[in-house]
C-alpha cells in the first residue's frame, strides 16, 4: 500500500557513506517537490534536504556540504548521498512526496 519506497538503511561508522533511495508510484511525480526527513529519538521530525521539480535542492544547515538531494524523473526516484556521517546522524529518515505521502522510514545508525 505504500507510494513511497525507500531502500534499506544501514549502520557505519563516523567518516561513511550512505545512499538512500525513495521509489515513488504517484501520479505525476515529476511536477512534484521532494524531501528528505528525518526523527532522532526524543527530537523533532526534521527537513534534511528537499529538490524542486526543477532541480533547485536546499539543505539542513546541519548536512549542508555533507549530504547531496538528486532526483530522475524518469525513473521516478529521488535518492540521498550522505558522505561524511557523523554519529548525530543517527535517525530514521523518511522521503516525502506532496500532498501527503511518506516512505515507510528507513534506519541509519552512524557509530563513533
Known amino acids: 500500500q505504500l507510494q513511497l519506497v525507500e531502500s534499506v538503511g544501514g549502520l557505519v561508522q563516523a567518516g561513511g557513506s550512505l545512499r538512500l533511495s525513495c521509489a515513488s508510484s504517484?501520479?505525476?511525480?515529476?511536477?512534484?517537490?521532494i524531501g528528505w526527513y528525518r526523527q532522532a529519538p526524543r527530537k523533532q521530525r526534521e527537513l534534511v534536504a528537499e529538490?524542486?521539480?526543477?532541480?533547485?535542492?536546499n539543505y539542513a544547515d546541519s548536512v549542508k556540504d555533507r549530504f547531496t538531494i538528486s532526483r530522475d524523473n524518469a525513473k521516478n526516484t529521488t535518492h540521498l548521498q550522505m558522505d561524511r556521517l557523523k554519529p548525530e546522524d543517527t535517525a530514521l529518515y523518511y522521503c516525502?512526496?506532496?500532498?501527503?505521502?511518506w516512505g515507510q522510514g528507513t534506519q541509519v545508525t552512524v557509530s563513533s
Open positions: 516525502r512526496q506532496p500532498p501527503q505521502y
Open positions: 529538490i524542486t521539480s526543477g532541480g533547485t535542492s
Open positions: 504517484v501520479t505525476m511525480f515529476r511536477i512534484y517537490s
